[in-house]
Each structure stands twice: as C-alpha cells, then as structure tokens.
C-alpha cells in the first residue's frame, strides 16, 4: 500500500493509500516506506500542513474506508463535528439515530478510526467535558482541541 510520512506538530504521521482514497492516518511513520503513490497522499499532506497553520478547518478527500458499516456510519459522522466544537459519545450516538446507550459501542468504534484528524474523533469527549480515550494519546487530543479553540490551554 503506497505510504509518506509527513511531519506535523505532534510528529511525524504515517498515511496510507489504495486507489480509492486515503485509508489511512498512523500516530507513528516508523516502518513505512515512503513511495507516495498516489496524489492523495500529497493532497493529504498538504492539507494537514494548512489545518495545523489554521488555514483548514475541514479536509476534503477521497476515503477508503474498511471497517463495518456501524464503523463507518460513526466514523463518517465525525466529519459533521464543527471544527472547533465538541460532542458527548452520547450526543455523537443520538445524532446518528441512536440512543444514548450506544454511546460505548460509539467509542468503541471511534476507537478504530483509521483516518484520526481527518475524520476528528478528538473532537467526541465524555459527557461530563472529561477528555477520554484516544488512540493518539491524551495529551495530543488536549493539543488537538487547544489548536482549534475547543479548549483553553492549561496554565
């Protein structure tokens, strides 16, 4: 699967890509080859350089995503999350026509997000504003929501 590594703030990300699009974004490039593939991978580049300038709020490529369709459902919802806002599992559950008890099955998908920034699953938090889970780390989730205004910095 043609790959590039790209430098960011929060270090160096791998991405991933098959002809249909981006299928991947990993919190690490180690082992990757860096082949570039396809023009996506640049696109992609690109436009983590201008979210992390705050010049993008919104990405706007072609996704291959796998997972189930439930995944899906719920990692395509994470695109309507405004830039800059946040939402519960809960609240993230109800708008995809569920109930509030499939907020875990919510974060258990999200927790498989293969696209994270592009598909901001930073941006889903507990229901008491409590900054939970996420694959990239917890502090990087606190830069991520600091970065887009969602949260003010500590101290």
């Not at 703030?9 to 991405?15: F, R, T």
């Not at 291959?64 to 830039?83: K, M, N, S, V």
């Not at 559950?93 to 569920?98: D, E, K, M, V, Y």
């Amino acid at each position: 699967m043609p790959s590039r590594a790209v430098e960011t703030p929060i270090g160096a990300l791998g991405l991933l890509a098959t002809e249909g699009g981006l299928a991947g974004v990993r919190w690490s490039a180690q082992g990757l080859p860096d082949d570039r593939g396809f023009a996506v991978l640049d696109d992609t580049a690109a436009q983590l350089e201008a979210y992390f300038a705050g010049e993008l709020t919104e990405f706007d490529l072609p996704l291959d995503l796998g997972g189930t369709e439930f995944q899906r459902h719920c990692w395509l919802a994470l695109a309507t999350i405004p830039y800059g806002q946040t939402v519960s599992y809960g609240e993230q559950s109800r708008r995809i026509g569920l109930g509030p008890d499939s907020a875990r099955a919510v974060g258990a998908a999200n927790g498989q997000n293969p696209l994270p920034l592009v598909l901001p699953c930073h941006r889903v938090i507990g229901a008491d504003g409590s900054l939970t889970g996420f694959g990239g780390g917890l502090h990087i989730k606190r830069f991520l929501l600091e970065h887009e205004g969602a949260l003010l910095p500590l101290g």
